[in-house]
């Protein structure tokens, strides 16, 4: 079945510096990769996606990589900020032609904390 | 982020109340999603529904009854529910349910059942 590991947590950096979540999946086939962010207090919201093998998705200074040879997709920003502080999740989405139920499957999350 | 919204944010119920959780997406997608997030948990999916008809659930207790009247609606009713079951229930929604479509979720309601 599919399923997606990422580095547990917490995560705790001083502001400015280089952060790295690591992501590594299984999953059959070609899925779609994601990271989404939960703030405090709120829902799950999409950071950023990649569709395919070398597919770089990148938003609000952060990036992450598709690799098919490593099955990862780490996040990285290069330099963080105390609003960055959040509960991050990477999750994989099979894909399915056009029938069926894709269901997404999200690693357990990893917390991070900026500190000024 | 108003593309999926929840309401209440915030509901306490006794175990013997009636109460129902409502979600709405104005993105004209066609398929939505109840999840349940409780404490130091995976993300739990609990009902899928794709164009109006529910398409998956998850092995849910009885005590939690969707509705999907449209596909801009979904509701999860609620009656004689356990402590167990506090927890952040986020409503989501993606173009359809296959094609490799991202869900986008919504802010969520904390349930406390007393």
């Known amino acids: 079945g599919n399923s997606v590991t990422q580095m547990e947590g917490p995560v705790t950096l001083s502001e400015e510096a280089f952060l790295t979540i690591n992501c590594t999946y299984t999953?059959?086939?070609?899925?779609?990769l994601f990271w989404y962010v939960q703030y405090p207090g709120e829902g799950l919201q999409l950071l950023l996606k990649a569709t395919k093998a070398d597919d770089k998705g990148s938003n609000k200074g952060f990036e992450a990589t598709y690799r098919k040879e490593t099955t990862s997709f780490h996040l990285e920003k290069g330099s963080v900020q105390v609003s960055d502080s959040a509960v991050y999740f990477c999750?994989?989405?099979?894909?399915?032609?056009?029938?069926?139920?894709?269901?997404?499957?999200f690693g357990t999350g990893t917390r991070l904390t900026i500190i000024p | 982020e108003t593309g999926v919204t929840q309401t209440p944010r915030h509901l306490v119920m006794g175990m013997t109340n009636k109460k129902s959780l409502k979600c709405e997406q104005h993105?004209?997608?066609?398929?939505m999603y109840w999840y349940k997030q409780s404490a130091k948990k995976p993300l739990e999916l609990m009902f899928v529904?794709?164009?109006?008809?529910?398409?998956e659930n998850n092995s849910v207790p009885s005590r939690f009854s969707p509705e999907c009247p449209n596909s801009s609606h979904l509701f999860l009713h609620l009656h004689t529910l356990q402590p167990e079951d506090s927890a952040l229930y986020l409503c989501?929604?993606?173009?359809?349910?296959?094609?490799?479509?991202?869900?986008?979720f919504g802010p969520g309601t904390r349930l406390t059942v007393t």
């Open positions: 989501a929604s993606s173009q359809k349910t296959s094609g490799g479509y991202e869900q986008y």
């Open positions: 999750a994989l989405l099979p894909f399915i032609s056009n029938f069926g139920n894709e269901k997404l499957t």
């Open positions: 999953a059959t086939g070609y899925p779609s």
């Open positions: 529904y794709n164009f109006k008809e529910q398409t």
């Open positions: 993105l004209g997608h066609n398929a």
